[in-house]
C-alpha cells in the first residue's frame, strides 16, 4: 500500500488503521508503526488509536497521543475525549482532570451530554465525588447514563449516603426512568447502608418496571442478605433461574453473619460450582464463631479439589490462628504461603503481624513489619497495637511518630492502640493528649473503646473521680452501651480500695443492666478485700434472686497443632484422667514446698 502511494489517501488510511486497531487481533504494535508512518494524521486516526489504547488500558499512550493530538494543530471532539477521561481516571492524575476539563469548556463540547458524562466518570475515578456532583448538577440534558455514571460513582467512592440521594432525586426530579444499571448501583448503597426500606421499594419498582435478570437478582440477593432479611433473600435465590457462583456466594455470606453456619454448609455443599471466594466465605464463618478445626478441615478439602488459594484465603486462616494462639498452624501457614509464591503484601503482612504478636512472638512480628515493601495504616496500626498489647509502650509511641513522619494518618484503630500502650505504661499525660488530639488533628470521633482506654489510664492511675467525670459527659442515648466503662471503673475501684465509689458504680450497673454477672462478682470480691462479709452474702443473694450466673472461666492450650479447650468444672476432655492424675502429681511437690518454707520460718523466728 505504501509502495503504490496509497497511503496519503485519507479514506485508505482511515479504513488500514481501523482495522489494524481491531481488538480481535490483541496486537497493537503494527498499528502504531502504521500510525508513526502517516505524515499528517487526521482527527480520525487520532481517535481510533486513542481508542484502540484506551481499550488495552495503555493509559500513559492515550495522554501523549492527545498531547500530540493538540501540538498537530487538531482540536480533540466529543469522541476524543471519553476515552482521555478513561486515560485519566485510570491514571489517577488530578491535574491532567483539570486540564481536560478546561479543554472542553474552550472547545465547546460542554452541551455534549456524552462528554459530559465522561467527566463525571472521571471525576468519581479520581475520588473527586464534590467536583463530579458539580458538573452533574450543572449538565443542561441529563439522560439515563448520566444518573447511572454519578449514583456508580458515589458508590465506587464508598459515598453511599450521596448515591442514594441521587437515586431519590432521579425518581422525584427527572422523567428519566431507572434501568438496570442504575438499581444494581442504588441496592449496593443499601446493602452498604444496611437501608432496608430503600432497597425493599427499590425491588418493588424492579418487579413493577424492568425485567428480573441474574444481574439484578444478585444485587437484590445480596442487599437483603446483608440487611440481615434472610428469608426475602432466600426467596430472592429460589426465584433466580439461572444461578452463578456469586448467587450462591451471596445467600452463604448471608446465612454466615447471621451465624447459620449449619444452613450456609448446606447451600456451600449443594453449590454446582465453587471458586475461591466461595471457598474462603464458607472458611472465614468458620473462623467468625470460633469453629477453628472446621476451617482447617475445609482448607484441606479445598487443596485436595485442586482449588488454588489466594491471599484472603490465608488470611482468614491466619486469623483463626491468631484468635486461638495457634503457633505452630500459624507458621506452617506462613511456611505455605512462601511456598506456593503468595506475596506478603500489606494485606497477607498485617495477618502475619497480628497473628505472630497474638501467639507472643513480637520480634517475629517486627521483622515481617520491617521487610514489607508497602505498608498502609492497616500494617503500621497492627504493629503498634501489637507492641502495646505486649507492653512494649514506648516502641508502641515511638512506631506512632514514624507513621506520622511518613505521612500515613492514623484512624480509629490506630488510637486504640497507643492509648492502650499509654495505659499499660503509666503515661496519663501522653494518654490525655493523645485522646485531645484524634478530634483536634484527625478529626476522628472516640468511640467507646477510646474512652474505656483512657477510663482505664486513669484507674490505674488512681484517678478515679477524673475518670466518672469522664463517663458522665460520653453522649449517649442508650446507656447500655457504657456498661462496660463503668464495670472498667468497678475494677480500678477494687485495685485503689474505693468502696464508697464502688457502691456507687454498682448501684448504676443494676440499675442499666441488672443482669450483668461481672459487676456483681467485682462488688462481692471488692466487699470481701473490705471483709464486709455480710455485704458479700447480700450481693450473692441478690444475685440469686435476680437469676443472674457467673460465665464459666475459659482457657486453651495448643499441644502438637491440635487446640485443647477447657471450661471450668468440665470434665468431658477425654484425657482427663490423665490431666489429673498430672495434676495431683504436680501438687504434691509443691505443697511439700509450702510446707518446708513454713517449718524454715517458724525456726528462723524461733531462733
Same mark, same amino acid.
Given at each position: 500500500m505504501f509502495i503504490l502511494g496509497l497511503h496519503q489517501c485519507k479514506a485508505t488510511l482511515n479504513k488500514l488503521m481501523v482495522f489494524c486497531t481491531d481488538p480481535s487481533l490483541q496486537d497493537i504494535h503494527y498499528a502504531e508503526k502504521v500510525f508513526t508512518h502517516i505524515q499528517s494524521p487526521g482527527?480520525?486516526?487520532?481517535?481510533?488509536?486513542?481508542?484502540?489504547?484506551?481499550?488495552?488500558?495503555r493509559f500513559k499512550s492515550v495522554i501523549e497521543l492527545f498531547r500530540k493530538l493538540r501540538e498537530d494543530g487538531l482540536w480533540p471532539d466529543s469522541f476524543t475525549y471519553p476515552f482521555a477521561c478513561k486515560a485519566i481516571g485510570g491514571l489517577g492524575d488530578a491535574r491532567e482532570g483539570a486540564k481536560l476539563h478546561g479543554f472542553v469548556v474552550k472547545n465547546g463540547c460542554w452541551f455534549d451530554t456524552y462528554v459530559c458524562n465522561s467527566l463525571i466518570y472521571m471525576y468519581a475515578e479520581l475520588g473527586q465525588v464534590h467536583n463530579a456532583m458539580n458538573l452533574f448538577d450543572?449538565?443542561?440534558?441529563?439522560? *439515563?447514563?448520566?444518573?447511572?455514571?454519578?449514583?456508580?460513582?458515589?458508590?465506587?467512592?464508598?459515598?453511599?449516603?450521596?448515591?442514594v440521594s441521587v437515586f431519590r432525586r432521579m425518581r422525584k426530579e427527572s422523567n428519566v426512568k431507572p434501568d438496570e444499571a442504575t438499581v444494581v448501583s442504588t441496592l449496593s448503597a443499601c446493602a452498604a447502608l444496611?437501608?432496608?426500606?430503600?432497597?425493599?421499594? *427499590?425491588?418493588?419498582?424492579?418487579?413493577?418496571?424492568?425485567?428480573?435478570?441474574?444481574?439484578?437478582?444478585?444485587?437484590?440477593?445480596?442487599?437483603?442478605?446483608?440487611?440481615?432479611?434472610?428469608?426475602?433473600?432466600?426467596?430472592?435465590?429460589?426465584?433466580?433461574?439461572?444461578?452463578?457462583?456469586?448467587?450462591?456466594?451471596?445467600?452463604v455470606c448471608g446465612y454466615v453473619n447471621c451465624g447459620m453456619l449449619d444452613e450456609a454448609r448446606e447451600l456451600f455443599d449443594r453449590s454446582p460450582a465453587k471458586d475461591v471466594v466461595l471457598w474462603t466465605a464458607m472458611m472465614n464463618g468458620y473462623v467468625q464463631y470460633n469453629q477453628f478445626d472446621e476451617a482447617v478441615a475445609l482448607f484441606q478439602e479445598m487443596q485436595f479439589r485442586g482449588v488454588r488459594v489466594d491471599k484472603f484465603t490465608v488470611v482468614a486462616l491466619l486469623t483463626g490462628c491468631a484468635q486461638l494462639g495457634a503457633l505452630e498452624q500459624g507458621k506452617w501457614i506462613h511456611k505455605y504461603i512462601e511456598e506456593i509464591g503468595i506475596k506478603i503484601d500489606a494485606i497477607v503482612g498485617t495477618a502475619l503481624i497480628e497473628m505472630y504478636a497474638k501467639c507472643g512472638c513480637i520480634g517475629k512480628s517486627l521483622e515481617i513489619f520491617n521487610a514489607l515493601n508497602e505498608k498502609d495504616a492497616a500494617t503500621w496500626t497492627s504493629m503498634i497495637c501489637?507492641?502495646?498489647?505486649?507492653?512494649?509502650?514506648?516502641?508502641?509511641?515511638?512506631?506512632?511518630?514514624?507513621?506520622?513522619?511518613?505521612?500515613?494518618?492514623?484512624d480509629d484503630i490506630t488510637f486504640i492502640g497507643v492509648l492502650s500502650a499509654c495505659s499499660h505504661g503509666g503515661l496519663v499525660d501522653e494518654g490525655r493528649s493523645l485522646f485531645d488530639s484524634m478530634r483536634k488533628d484527625y478529626g476522628i470521633e472516640p468511640k467507646l473503646e477510646h474512652y474505656g482506654?483512657?477510663?482505664?489510664?486513669?484507674?490505674?492511675?488512681?484517678?478515679?473521680?477524673?475518670?466518672?467525670?469522664?463517663?458522665d459527659s460520653i453522649p449517649s442515648e442508650n446507656n447500655k452501651i457504657i456498661v462496660p466503662l463503668y464495670s472498667a471503673l468497678l475494677?480500678?475501684?477494687?485495685?485503689?480500695?474505693?468502696?464508697?465509689?464502688?457502691?456507687?458504680?454498682?448501684?448504676?450497673?443494676?440499675?442499666?443492666?441488672?443482669?450483668?454477672?461481672?459487676?456483681?462478682?467485682?462488688?462481692a470480691n471488692i466487699y470481701a478485700d473490705a471483709e464486709r462479709w455480710e455485704d458479700v452474702t447480700n450481693v450473692r443473694r441478690r444475685m440469686r434472686d435476680l437469676g443472674?450466673?457467673?460465665?464459666?472461666?475459659?482457657?486453651?492450650?495448643?499441644?502438637?497443632?491440635?487446640?485443647?479447650?477447657?471450661?471450668?468444672?468440665?470434665?468431658?476432655?477425654?484425657?482427663m484422667e490423665q490431666i489429673d492424675s498430672m495434676l495431683h502429681r504436680l501438687k504434691n511437690p509443691v505443697l511439700l514446698l509450702d510446707e518446708n518454707y513454713r517449718l524454715e520460718k517458724e525456726i528462723s523466728i524461733n531462733l
Open positions: 482527527l480520525f486516526i487520532y481517535n481510533v488509536m486513542i481508542k484502540a489504547l484506551a481499550k488495552r488500558k450543572e449538565i443542561p440534558e441529563r439522560n *439515563v447514563v448520566s444518573w447511572n455514571v454519578m449514583i456508580s460513582g458515589c458508590v465506587g467512592c464508598m459515598r453511599f449516603r450521596e448515591a444496611n437501608d432496608l426500606e430503600l432497597g425493599k421499594e *427499590v425491588h418493588d419498582y424492579v418487579r413493577a418496571e424492568l425485567e428480573f435478570s441474574a444481574i439484578i437478582g444478585n444485587a437484590a440477593l445480596d442487599m437483603y442478605a446483608k440487611c440481615g432479611c434472610l428469608s426475602e433473600a432466600r426467596k430472592v435465590f429460589d426465584e433466580i433461574r439461572v444461578r452463578n457462583v456469586m448467587c450462591w456466594t451471596s445467600m501489637a507492641l502495646a498489647m505486649n507492653g512494649m509502650t514506648s516502641k508502641a509511641l515511638e512506631l506512632f511518630s514514624k507513621m506520622k513522619q511518613v505521612r500515613i494518618n492514623p482506654c483512657l477510663i482505664d489510664l486513669l484507674g490505674r492511675a488512681g484517678l478515679l473521680h477524673e475518670a466518672e467525670e469522664l463517663i475494677g480500678a475501684c477494687r485495685i485503689h480500695g474505693n468502696v464508697d465509689m464502688s457502691e456507687r458504680m454498682a448501684i448504676r450497673l443494676s440499675d442499666i443492666e441488672s443482669s450483668c454477672s461481672s459487676s456483681h462478682t467485682l462488688l443472674v450466673k457467673k460465665m464459666p472461666g475459659c482457657s486453651s492450650v495448643e499441644i502438637n497443632g491440635i487446640i485443647h479447650e477447657f471450661l471450668v468444672s468440665d470434665s468431658s476432655h477425654p484425657q
